[in-house]
């Protein structure tokens, strides 16, 4: 920690640290297992089983991220422009499309894809049994036959919602740390 008298003889203002109520230690532990749950589902092509976890109110957003000066870093990701922009329907469409059909070519045969999420915070909200949830996505792709792999990286920005024993995923909006698209297509979920 820094000093009180470091900070007084400080060149500038040094803001105070302000972030939300963090929750306790059994519900931290219950978000990050359900991430898990989340990334084993998708990993594993369990698709339809993954719609389980997703809320009907579900709002998913991958914003298309801009090279700015610092000054204006916090208009880095667009408000109106994304990668992906889904609710849960067009998603059940999109899964439906994947699982039960023969016209998702760029899926077919499936990506190798395996999704790291770590660096997890979970704070309360003003909703009773919602949960804001910061993680950090590292995903790795492989196709076909290629030798290498892609690696995908960004921070999620998470909704979730208790239901029972369980909770569902209620909004995520992914922000990649890449401004332009390191892989031929976007054709998984993040």
């Known amino acids: 920690m820094t000093s009180q008298a470091a900070i007084k003889n400080a060149p500038f203002d040094i803001p105070s640290i302000d972030l939300p109520k963090p929750t306790d230690?059994?519900?931290?532990?219950q978000v990050q297992q359900f991430l898990h749950l989340d990334a084993y589902l998708l990993d594993h092509h369990r698709l339809a089983e993954w719609l389980n976890i997703l809320a009907p109110d579900l709002r998913y957003f991958v914003?298309?991220?801009?090279?700015?000066?610092?000054?204006d870093r916090d208009k880095e990701f667009s408000d109106t422009l994304g990668h992906m922009e889904d609710d849960f329907d067009s998603i059940a469409m999109r899964v439906?499309?994947?699982?039960?059909?023969?016209?998702?070519?760029?899926?077919?045969?499936?990506?190798?894809?395996?999704?790291?999420?770590?660096?997890?915070?979970?704070?309360?909200?003003?909703?009773?049994?919602?949960?804001?949830?910061?993680?950090?996505?590292?995903?790795?792709?492989?196709?076909?036959?290629?030798?290498?792999?892609?690696?995908?990286?960004?921070?999620?920005?998470?909704?979730?919602r208790r239901v029972g024993e369980t909770f569902e995923l209620v909004r995520r909006e992914v922000r990649m740390d890449q401004s332009v698209l390191g892989m031929p297509n976007l054709a998984i979920f993040l």
């Open 25 to 29: 230690s059994i519900t931290h532990y």
């Open 63 to 71: 914003p298309v991220r801009q090279t700015r000066e610092r000054a």
């Open 96 to 160: 439906h499309r994947l699982v039960n059909t023969k016209t998702a070519w760029s899926e077919d045969p499936a990506s190798r894809v395996r999704r790291f999420v770590t660096n997890v915070t979970v704070w309360e909200t003003d909703v009773e049994g919602e949960y804001e949830v910061l993680n950090y996505l590292m995903l790795t792709r492989n196709r076909f036959y290629q030798e290498d792999f892609q690696i995908f990286s960004a921070e999620r920005h998470d909704r979730v």
